[in-house]
């Protein structure tokens, strides 16, 4: 760039990898070489595919070309009955005017190009029944729809259209992590797309299809077209090459540390960020990990897919708590005090008994009450920046993170007259008809020291934490019970 002469000799391949990285995507890939050496394998960037429209393209379903995610739907499940198009589940509008230009395709532009569908969905008969309703049956030709891997939903795809994944582009809301789809699809070679809120305008549509057009000169292996329309070149999936080592280093505040493992009979150190650890895992220095090697969303070789092997034995300030996670804005009202009875359907509560401690994490999402809350909040007389007061976290604290601890009461049932009783709705924040039939009282809550970034799962589930986190207080000493024990011979009430 600007002025800067070249060396006169032909730089290596790692060199010239990395003079691709800062060029415009285009021009990254006329000095990508056609066979590039990493630290595990190779990778090869296919030269049989040259069309420059996708001989298949592929779309997941559950906020990706509708919303909401049919597991929200769990007053319809209730009901036992079936969700209805454009009432209950609507098409984003620019998946609409996508579904309709494929079907009309005036240009004849995609006469050789099939569709499909890929949902990791449980509610398999509902996404069926789905398609039929919005009349998408026709436009699909291959339907994948089954809980499980998608990486499964893709070869079977090729198996059954004989469509190479190099000729496939696939549009998926989730990118990576454990619920993740474009990162270990865009690993298999298929250019995947990441619309985190769903295909809501037709320009990620045309983007995707002139990206398609550049990609398709080498196919990188890896790549991803990313929300904000940048993309992320990853590398080919090495899915049984593991590694062993050990913790060397940790950066707790910046959330990374250093493995030393032999690499070809030498000892060698890798990067690895927390977000790649499994949920709820803490590592410590000295611990034992088993992991796979990729490159980073920056390029950098580093550690993913990383296992405890064996755990070092000094779990002196660290404690395991168990954990349940709420979407914004409910988890904020329950954290900032004003919610103090949460209600269920299910039975994730009952069997805690009354002083049971948990966490309270922060999902990634924001819950779709169409704003009900704010009716319910006005009732009681709040004025609009204390309702926004209410319904923000602090500084420091936010989506993904563990933020507050809490402390249960009785959790009991209640019926429907109850729960629409104008005090309950306020406790609740949220109409009784939206109410679950279980509701917990909320005893106390309280923030912690400082958030800590845990991946969300459903129901409860355990993380550990360091108790330099957990406000003064809240660990109270049991005696020993079980095999709940440490080298003491207590157990934190807090954690059972």
């Not at 996508?98 to 079907?103: A, C, D, E, R």
């Not at 890929?118 to 039929?132: G, N």
């Not at 062993?244 to 000892?267: A, P, S, T, W």
Request: charged share 25%.
């Amino acid at each position: 760039r600007d002025n800067t002469e070249l060396p006169s000799s032909l730089p290596s391949c790692s060199a010239i990898v990395r003079i691709a990285h800062f060029l415009p995507y285009k021009f990254a890939f006329a000095f990508a070489p056609h066979n590039v050496k990493g630290a595990v394998g190779s990778i090869s960037f296919r030269q049989t595919c040259r069309h420059s429209v996708p001989s298949l393209i592929v779309f997941d379903l559950d906020n990706t070309l509708w919303t909401p995610e049919l597991y929200q739907l769990r007053s319809i499940a209730r009901d036992n009955r079936h969700p209805v198009a454009h009432k209950d589940v609507k098409l984003f509008p620019g998946a609409h005017r996508i579904i309709q230009q494929i079907k009309k395709d005036p240009e004849k532009k995609f006469v050789n190009t099939k569709f499909a569908v890929a949902s990791r969905t449980k509610s398999v008969d509902w996404a069926h029944s789905l398609l039929d309703q919005f009349e998408l049956r026709d436009v699909f030709d291959f339907v994948e729809i089954f809980p499980g891997d998608k990486k499964q939903h893709f070869r079977n795809l090729r198996r059954a259209s004989g469509i190479d994944f190099c000729e496939m582009l696939f549009f998926d809301d989730a990118r990576d992590g454990k619920y993740g789809n474009c990162e270990p699809v865009s690993s298999l070679g298929v250019l995947s797309v990441h619309t985190p809120q769903g295909i809501f305008e037709e320009s990620i549509w045309t983007s995707a299809l002139e990206h398609y057009k550049e990609w398709s000169a080498h196919r990188s292996p890896g790549t991803i077209i990313e929300w904000d329309n940048s993309i992320t070149i990853g590398r080919a999936a090495d899915e049984n090459q593991r590694y062993r080592g050990r913790v060397k280093f940790l950066n707790r505040e910046k959330r990374f540390g250093f493995i030393e493992y032999d690499e070809q009979k030498k000892k060698t150190d890798i990067f690895f960020h927390f977000t790649d650890l499994q949920v709820g895992q803490v590592v410590e220095e000295g611990d034992e990990l088993n992991f796979s090697v990729s490159l980073s969303k920056n390029g950098k070789v580093a550690a993913s897919n990383i296992d405890i092997v064996n755990k070092r034995m000094d779990d002196s300030n660290t404690v395991e708590m168990r954990t349940f996670s709420m979407n914004l804005p409910f988890a904020a009202l329950l954290a900032n005090g004003y919610k103090t009875l949460e209600t269920r359907n299910g039975t994730m509560f009952t069997t805690y008994p009354e002083g049971t401690k948990l966490l309270l994490h922060v999902g990634q999402r924001i819950y779709p009450d169409g704003d009900r809350h704010l009716d319910i909040m006005k009732s009681g007389g709040l004025t609009d920046d204390e309702i926004k007061s209410l319904k923000s976290l602090p500084p420091g604290f936010t989506k993904g993170m563990a933020v507050a601890i809490v402390e249960l009461g009785k959790t009991f049932e209640t019926t429907l007259e109850q729960r629409c009783d104008p005090n309950f709705q306020r406790a609740v924040g949220a109409y009784g008809q939206d109410s679950g039939m279980r509701a917990t009282e909320i005893k106390r809550v309280a923030y912690l020291k400082k958030g800590v970034k845990v991946s969300g799962q459903g129901g409860i589930f355990k993380v550990k934490v360091s108790k330099d986190v957990i406000p003064d207080g809240w660990l109270d000493i049991t005696p020993n019970t079980a095999d709940n024990s440490n080298e003491k011979g207590y157990f934190y009430s807090a954690t059972f």
